[in-house]
Nanobody, 127 residues
């Protein structure tokens, strides 16, 4: 059974940093597509960053390029999202997602491409 557990959310002021973690189990972490998504009430879940854990290729939404970094530790089966220069508009519930099947590049930031999700961790950025 695939399990994804996020942690590291919290409240910070604009310009601050947070690092989210996603501990995983139940699948081959070292050969999977994984992503971070975020969602605010009434809005669709938005892809923030994605990574192919076998090769390390990364993909980012334009809104976070240069500020967020996705990474993974295959030995620890853990996914990370380092978030710097946070803005109030980054406030959201953040979710990690995993998919063991092939995901084409245009779909990497689409929530429909992933079948496994964590429960989310809240990030709040105040101005």
């Amino acid at each position: 059974q695939v399990q994804l557990v996020e942690s590291g959310g919290g409240s910070v002021q604009a310009g601050g940093s947070l690092r989210l973690s996603c501990a995983t189990s139940g699948y081959t972490f070292s050969n999977a597509y994984m992503g971070w998504f975020r969602q605010t009430p009434g809005k669709e879940r938005e892809g923030v960053a994605a990574i192919y854990t076998a090769g390390g290729s990364t993909y980012y939404a334009d809104s976070v390029k240069g500020r967020f970094t996705i990474s993974r530790d295959n030995a620890k089966n853990t996914l990370y999202l380092q978030m710097n220069s946070l803005k109030p508009e980054d406030t959201a519930m953040y979710y990690c997602a995993a998919e063991g099947r092939y995901v084409p590049r245009p779909s990497l930031l689409l929530h429909a491409a992933y079948n496994n999700w964590g429960q989310g961790t809240q990030v709040t950025v105040s101005s």
